[in-house]
């Protein structure tokens, strides 16, 4: 591994990593489905005190997932970049296709699931 590939490697480990906590992961989701939110908005849909989700909000702004921008004395983090639709996308592709493994791995039938 040359260089470039080891800064790809690592600047893609850091991405997965920011995300690797299923928090982070509802408030990517949250963003993409419905826009930009401030600290306290997410604070409600997450059910978490306002420190904690800063501190989720930090991790992701660092990584480049998220931005933000100041409105009055509120600030708004929204997606850095709107290709994450298509990450968010294959990611539900991969859980889907694991939930099947297992569920066939258990004798279940995926249609006998309780729910989706």
Known sequence: MDKRDEYEARSRAEILKSLAH???????????????????ELT???????STI????????????LSDKKDGT?????????????????????VKSKRSRDLEMLGLSVDSRAHD
């Not at 928090?23 to 930009?36: H, M, P």
């Not at 409600?44 to 306002?50: E, F, M, N, P, T």
């Not at 509120?74 to 991969?94: P, T």
């Open 74 to 94: 509120k600030v708004y983090y929204d997606l850095a970049c709107q290709c994450l639709d298509q990450f968010m996308s294959g990611l539900q592709g991969v």
């Open 44 to 50: 409600d849909q997450v059910g978490a005190d306002a």
């Open 54 to 65: 800063s501190r989720h909000l930090s991790v992701l702004k660092s990584a480049g997932i």
């Open 22 to 40: 299923p928090t982070r992961i509802f408030i990517v989701d949250l963003i993409y489905r419905n826009g930009a939110y401030c600290v306290q």
